[in-house]
């Protein structure tokens, strides 16, 4: 698992920025949730998720005794959903950590500022999102791989060989992947698209953004 971000820091990542919100005790605790079996994750808000493809589904939320109750870790269909609960107004936290494995994983969307690092990850097809301003990693291996990436954030897929992947960039954002075969680029802005490996590449790009092999 990813190292523990010191206090200080992840106060400042952990706020909601609602200085009337609810305030973190100082008094961190985990919990374990129960939850059915699930192949994609979506994590909205602050905080930090690990993720770990293993033989069991499970999610262990780490936060603020006061704040734990506040956190969601719920499955719909066969997404699970991290978050704080809509009606939720947390303005600050010592730490915010969900702590998950997977025995199936084939989607990761991250929106907020929040930050998803998931590894040993070992999938026919991978689709990654991000909508927010946080960081997603990931690494294991792949054949296929989608990537969409709007804002300002970055996925950084470099450590997931894929044979083809399809990436897709709007805003100032980059991304970054690992391709062997084919490499699909698309540029809206002026993100960037960064590429390990040596495929066939084809790209679009419009306006000042760019697509290179790093």
Not at 36 to 50: H, L, M, Q, R
Not at 84 to 108: C, F, K, M, S, W
Not at 135 to 154: C, K, M, P, S, Y
């Amino acid at each position: 698992m990813a190292a523990l971000v010191a206090g200080a820091l992840v106060m400042s990542a952990c706020s909601s920025g609602n200085a009337g919100g609810v305030q973190g005790s100082g008094n961190v605790q985990s919990q374990t949730r129960p939850v059915p079996a699930f192949d994609s994750i979506e994590f909205s808000g602050a905080g930090t998720v690990t993720v770990e493809q293993s033989g069991t589904d499970s999610v262990e939320v780490r936060a603020d005794d006061n704040i734990v109750p506040l956190l969601t870790t719920t499955v719909a269909g066969t997404t699970l959903r991290l978050g704080a609960q809509p009606n939720a107004a947390i303005g600050g936290a010592t730490t915010i950590e969900y702590h998950v494995t997977a025995r199936q994983l084939r989607g990761l969307v991250l929106s907020g500022a929040g930050s998803i690092n998931a590894t040993r990850i070992d999938a026919p097809q991978v689709s990654l999102a991000n909508s927010g301003a946080g960081r997603l990693v990931i690494a294991g291996r792949t054949t296929t791989e989608n990537v969409d990436l709007i804002g300002l954030g970055q996925i950084d897929a470099s450590a997931l060989p894929t044979q083809d992947a399809d990436v897709n960039v709007g805003g100032t954002g980059t991304a970054t992947v690992n391709a062997a075969r084919t490499l699909n680029a698309t540029v809206t802005g002026v993100g960037s698209i960064e590429y390990l490996g040596n495929p066939t590449v084809t790209e679009h790009v419009t306006g000042i953004g760019s697509v290179h092999r790093r």
